[in-house]
């Protein structure tokens, strides 16, 4: 299950990157070589950059590549860091579900019954705020996964 | 009082370690829940965190972070390296040269300070040292040249920076951070040349006339994307985050095609590393957007302001006190948060001070990445210790003279506004 998560979020963000460039590239290419410059382009790439910035958020959090300062933990024994690893992955969780799943729903809920539409294409603000619970709930999923696994962990038994 | 539980709640999380995009939310969340209804507090910072991602100027991030990851991909830091070393080389200390050369010119190609250091570290610092120069030396050295990337574009701080202000142009910031990015490499080739004297470091060997030729060739490709996108940008070809595009699609001919360093199946991995890259800097920038807002909302900046300019109307001291702010903000914070938190509050202070933004700009970016070399927090020295494997407490000694000239550097740039000015104004992108 969750390793299936895993690819399908890994596709997803890296095709959504790929298909920045070619949107992008896209914007250059209509305005030089077809003189005709494309309307649509800009609003789509900043569409996309919201779903990479989100869902990648999930990835690298999934990863544990977001930044943080670990001079505490490294000061402390095994025990101790494996209570402050648990207690940072709570606080990501318990901000996902607050912020990302209820506030980016009501948010969603909102500009859904606005009416409110993207400038040029029409798109549905609350399409593109989807991405909030989305990445809220991956983001609480893989905090709960990463608790699991640091409590199936006797202590004394984790290395660096 | 709501910004004592900003802070109080800020700095406890982080030392906890919970990872700082998290702590930023969450203190910004704490803060409005002190005035703000539960369910609206909620959905207002969802909605700033969205919200802080929308801009089209903010795009060219990941297009840059694609480019440098596919340019440096293949052997373009020992190119790069080849080519200084023709330079330099045969210089007393000639190596200490050729490494800041190398990571100035890496830094105009990826934008990546880590990138730089572990590229073009893991390269110079073992010749180094097998050349006699002491490994902490080398290691600091790496650390600090990398930083000039910072300022040189493309620079993805220098882009986060226009979006906090609101609109300094993009082209202006990069063709402005150009001096002050090779006045740090000058600074640091300095100190590099006083250690020389006094260590009697090596000089390397006088390269034929055919090897100059040979190498410099190498390492025109690679050099030719600085052409292709600030050339772009400048003739007003395209915007800065199309230049990014056209640096993706150039730097994927190149590795692919020209030097064959990069096959296809090798695409999905580089896209995935772009991706990590480019989410830790866009969450971050996700909630430092939401805290920013909430400074603003509870009226922060203007009390700073207002603090700031009674102690003291001299804008000369005033303007040293912020730098000192920005030091020691820098040697706790990631860049991309410090920028956009303390832009909105220091700007003001700036304007009225008569200062231009993108004077003030290139100066925080400056400062700021002298914290990425200073500990307790400084991705680029950990880098830097890992590749020259030696220790953050070893390094500190040779680390002191650079940060000196670093700090006189910054002084220039922050005084004489013509450093990050006139290059702007010589080719009409500001007024």
Redesign the interface.
């Known amino acids: 299950m969750t390793h299936l998560l895993d690819k399908l979020l890994r596709i997803l963000v890296a095709s959504f990157i790929a298909l920045m460039v070619v949107v992008v590239t896209w914007q250059v290419i209509s305005r030089y070589l077809m003189s005709d410059p494309s309307p649509w382009t800009e609003e789509v790439a900043r569409m996309l950059l919201i779903w990479v910035g989100l869902l990648g958020g999930v990835y690298a959090y999934r990863e544990k590549a977001h930044l943080g300062i670990d001079l505490l933990p490294q000061k402390l024994g095994p025990v101790g860091r494996k209570r402050l690893s648990i207690f940072a992955d709570l606080c990501c969780g318990l901000f996902a579900i607050a912020v990302l799943v209820v506030g980016g729903s009501a948010l969603v809920q909102l500009t859904w019954e606005l009416h409110q539409t993207t400038a040029v294409l029409g798109i549905p603000m609350a399409l593109v705020y989807t991405v909030l619970p989305l990445s809220g709930l991956l983001t609480a999923w893989y905090s709960f996964v990463s608790i699991r696994d640091y409590a199936a962990v006797d202590g004394d038994g984790e290395g660096a | 009082m709501t910004i004592a539980v900003l802070i109080i709640v800020f700095f406890a999380?982080?030392?906890?370690?919970?990872?700082?995009?998290?702590?930023i939310?969450?203190s910004t969340?704490a803060t409005m829940l002190v005035s703000v209804d539960t369910?609206p507090?909620?959905?207002?910072?969802?909605?700033r965190?969205?919200g802080g991602?929308?801009?089209?100027s903010?795009?060219a991030i990941?297009?840059f972070i694609?480019s440098g990851q596919l340019m440096g991909q293949g052997g373009i830091a020992k190119r790069l390296i080849d080519f200084a070393k023709c330079l330099v080389g045969m210089l007393p200390g000639g190596l200490a040269f050729v490494n800041v050369i190398s990571c100035t010119l890496f830094g105009s190609i990826s934008g990546s300070a880590v990138a730089a250091t572990s590229a073009i570290g893991s390269f110079m610092m073992p010749t180094m040292v097998k050349d006699g120069y002491p490994r902490e030396f080398s290691a600091a050295l790496t650390a600090t040249a990398a930083t000039t990337g910072m300022l040189i574009p493309p620079s993805n701080i220098l882009i986060v920076y226009a979006v906090a202000s609101g609109g300094v142009s993009i082209s202006a910031l990069f063709v402005g951070g150009y001096l002050p990015g090779i006045l740090i490499a000058i600074a640091l080739m300095v100190v590099s040349a006083i250690y020389a004297r006094r260590y009697n470091f090596p000089a390397g060997e006088r390269v034929s006339f055919g090897e100059f030729a040979s190498k410099t060739m190498a390492a025109v490709p690679s050099l030719l994307l600085i052409v292709i996108v600030i050339g772009g940008i400048l003739g007003g070809?395209?915007t800065a985050?199309?230049a990014?595009?056209?640096a993706?699609?150039y730097a994927l001919l190149l590795a692919t095609l020209v030097h064959g360093e990069v096959k296809l199946a090798h695409l999905?991995d580089i896209?995935?590393k772009?991706?990590?890259t480019?989410?830790?800097v866009?969450?971050?920038?996700?909630t430092s957007m939401a805290m920013s807002w909430i400074l603003a909302f509870e009226n922060i900046p203007a009390m700073v302001a207002e603090a700031l300019l009674t102690l003291s109307n001299n804008p000369i001291l005033i303007l040293l006190i912020i730098n000192i702010i920005l030091l020691i903000v820098g040697a706790?914070l990631?860049m991309t948060p410090a920028v956009l938190i303390f832009t909105p509050i220091f700007l003001p202070v700036a304007l009225e001070l008569g200062m231009s933004p993108l004077h003030f700009g290139i100066m925080m970016v400056m400062n700021l990445s002298i914290g990425l070399c200073t500990p307790?927090?400084g991705?680029v020295l950990f880098v830097a210790c890992a590749v020259g494997k030696t220790r953050i407490a070893e390094i500190l000694r040779p680390l002191i003279p650079m940060f000196l000239a670093m700090f006189v550097a910054l002084m220039l740039v922050t005084y004489i506004p013509g450093f990050s000015e006139w290059l702007p104004t010589y080719f009409g992108l500001v007024e």
């Open positions: 999380l982080l030392a906890l370690g919970v990872p700082i995009a998290f702590a939310g969450i969340l369910l507090a909620l959905t207002t910072v969802a909605q965190m969205a991602l929308d801009s089209f903010l795009l990941p297009l694609l070809v395209f985050t199309e990014g595009a056209i993706v699609l999905p896209l995935l772009s991706t990590l480019t989410a830790i866009m969450l971050l920038i996700a706790f990631d307790p927090v991705t």
